[in-house]
């Protein structure tokens, strides 16, 4: 998108600016890679811990890899409200920045603080739910029991979760993307040095099993938790954005927060939720069905977490122009996120369709050649189903990206709560009343996420979130970032 006409002949230094290729111009290409690589390579170390985590618990048994996914999606089901609502400190943070009132960060950093701190003791709480949860899923008992103790352990590191998002979500908003890369780099080789350790029973450890990956997510939670702090302690750094100063309480801002880091919570929460239940449906048609679905998602982790990265430095660059006053240039910003995520997982899609193998070799390692023969053909027709709806998945991430740097986050919330019922309805009708397997599920799932990226297309084609804005009105900057 072009800059503003002026209604002049004369171009000046910011026309001849706005003018630029789409590699070297404001928002364009190089900006764009420039903010958002490193979260590529951050959301990306997520997908090598959590591919080799499964692939692990693979290795360990083909009933441990088909619990992990239910209770791991019922986990972040009950982090949602606190981990939506802690994230959102990117926009503000963003936003703030734009408008060059570096006084208000550190404020809004520790609200989100205290939001983490404060879901602590409901998440432990809910432990005590977990049994009664998952005897009512209808997976075999075994499985069940598997569920129960990973879903219990990985409670241990939700305050670190909640704690983390909240440091990475400052320094995202800042555009200091490189300090969530390093930290997140090490904190997955954590992750995964202790899975070996703990699962197998390696270097003097005990055999652990499932809990023993629980607990290794848990303890590099902490540990990032860790990184953050002692890269806040900088005093440059808690000069510039008065960390220390913004500790205190801030009723106002903290509502504010609430009002629209809340919805986006929500949404979240429905939606996590409606996949958790399409997920104990599919379980209802046995443990190889849901060996194969769990296989099929950890794959497509590799097309859609690093896409995430690039989501999150459009939600930076959005909140940024939105709080400097250059609408046409966050619209850019948008287009140009756009373009990097298709041209990725359209790329990796075709690879899924014509070499499935080379994302199986992994899992195959350590697992029965038998047993993983039958996965090994029903995740290969899963893949065509993911490579189907990964142009859509990229519309998904990148426009709910733009629209939440704007804090159009109850349109989010509202969409969500209206798509999420019929496919898990779809689901359950059909596995119910006729018997329909795991095509079915699949085909219901495309079709969800097909219409949700098309929706929030349309949202930001209206336009509406351009004259959005989730800070203060009166601290808004001068439309010269």
């Known amino acids: 998108m072009q800059g503003t006409n002026r209604g002049s002949s004369e171009t000046g230094p910011h026309d001849a600016e706005e003018q630029g290729g789409w590699w070297s111009r404001p928002c364009g290409g190089r900006e764009m890679l420039g903010l958002a690589l490193p979260l590529v390579i951050s959301t990306a170390s997520w997908t090598v811990m959590n591919f080799t985590d499964r692939m692990f618990l693979l290795w360990f048994s083909t009933e441990a890899m088909a619990a992990a996914m239910p209770a791991g999606m019922f986990y972040f089901a009950v982090l949602c409200f606190p981990f939506g609502v802690c994230s959102f400190v990117t926009t503000f943070v963003a936003q703030y ?7 208000q960060i550190g404020l809004a950093v520790w609200q989100g603080v205290r939001i983490a701190l404060w879901s602590i003791p409901l998440l432990l709480a809910t432990c005590a739910l977990a049994p009664w949860v998952f005897s009512l899923s209808g997976h075999d008992p075994a499985i069940a029991e598997l569920e129960v103790t990973y879903y219990q352990v990985l409670t241990l590191g939700g305050g670190g979760v909640l704690l983390s998002v909240t440091f990475s979500s400052f320094f995202t908003g800042l555009g200091r993307t490189r300090v969530v890369m390093v930290v997140d780099a090490i904190g997955a080789a954590i992750n995964i040095a202790l899975d070996y350790a703990w699962i197998f029973g390696r270097w003097g450890f005990p055999e652990m099993g499932i809990a023993g990956a629980a607990l290794a997510t848990a303890v590099s939670q902490w540990a990032q938790v860790g990184m953050y702090v002692l890269v806040m302690r900088g005093a440059e750094l808690r000069r510039q954005c008065q960390l220390s100063e913004g500790r205190r309480a801030d ?4 509502r504010r927060l609430l009002r629209y880091g809340g919805p ?11 996949f958790a239940v399409f997920l104990l449906l599919v379980g209802r048609l046995g443990s190889e069905a849901m060996a194969a679905t769990t296989l099929a998602f950890n794959i497509n982790s590799v097309a859609f977490v690093p896409m995430l990265g690039v989501g999150l430095a459009v939600t930076t660059m959005v909140g940024h122009q939105l709080g400097a006053k250059q609408p046409d240039r966050a619209a850019r910003a948008a287009w140009t996120g756009l373009w990097i995520a298709e041209l990725y997982m359209g790329t990796i899609a075709v690879f899924y369709v014509a070499t499935p193998d080379f994302f199986l070799f992994g899992h195959a390692q350590g697992t029965d050649p038998a047993v993983f023969a039958r996965l090994r053909d029903m995740t290969v027709v899963l ?5 189907a709806y990964s142009v859509f998945d990229a519309l998904n991430v990148i426009f709910v990206g733009a629209i939440k740097g704007a804090g159009d986050t109850r349109f989010i919330l509202l969409t969500t ?5 019929p496919p898990v309805l779809a689901a359950w009708w059909g596995i119910t009343y006729h018997g329909w397997g795991i095509l079915w599920c699949w085909m219901v799932l495309t079709g969800w996420v097909c219409a949700l990226g098309l929706v929030y297309l349309a949202r930001f084609l209206r336009g509406r979130w351009r004259r ?9 900057g001068n439309g010269e970032p």
């Not at 009723?251 to 903290?254: E, N, S, T, V, Y």
């Not at 986006?264 to 409606?274: D, I, R, S, W």
């Not at 893949?383 to 490579?387: I, K, N, P, Q, S």
């Not at 709560?417 to 019922?421: E, F, G, K, T």
Request: glycine share 4%; no cysteine.
């Open 97 to 103: 920045r734009g408008a060059n009132r570096p006084e």
């Open 468 to 476: 959005m804005t989730v800070i203060e009105p009166d601290l808004l």
């Open 251 to 254: 009723r106002k801002l903290m």
């Open 417 to 421: 709560a209206i798509l999420s019922p």
């Open 383 to 387: 893949l065509r189903f993911v490579a």
């Open 264 to 274: 986006n919570g929500l949404q979240m929460l429905v939606e996590v939720a409606a």
